[in-house]
């Protein structure tokens, strides 16, 4: 017999569990009569009503260069690399940026091959799926 002191919604109750082993009997015996009434835990002091959440500042972002072909994120992560620089010339399936995803890194490639207009996002940045990430021209 093991005891042990649980909470259930702010309240304390002391219980007594029996410990089954290989060598206890399966049957069930009814739990003999509790020597005294659970112990009450204090009441809680009334909590103060939460106070309004605040609306999240807007992200900014750039404005996107148009005109060009989007890079775009396959998937929500996080910026974990950038490959390009704004002005660098890219090849089809050059690697533009790694990006974290449920713990694995994903090479972002170019479609297509052109010159880097604008770079969207930084390393570090959290991006979702269809996130703009460059432009290419």
Do not use: H, W
Request: glycine share 6%; charged share 25%.
């Amino acid at each position: 017999m093991r005891k042990f002191n649980i909470t259930v919604n702010g309240k304390s109750y002391e219980v007594e569990v029996d410990e089954i082993t290989e060598s206890s009997s399966s049957t069930y015996q009814a739990p003999a009569a509790p020597a005294s009434a659970p112990k009450a835990a204090p009441a809680p002091a009334p909590k103060a009503a939460p106070a309004p959440e605040k609306a999240a500042p807007a992200k900014k972002t750039p404005a996107i260069v148009s005109g060009g072909e989007t890079v775009t994120s396959p998937m929500p992560g996080t910026v974990l690399d950038v490959k390009i620089k704004e002005g660098d010339t890219v090849k089809k399936d050059d690697v533009l940026f790694i990006l974290e995803a449920m713990k694995m890194q994903n090479e972002i490639r170019a479609s297509k091959g052109g010159t880097v207009a604008q770079i969207v996002v930084s390393k570090g940045t959290s991006v979702n799926t269809g996130d703009t990430l460059a432009v290419l021209k």
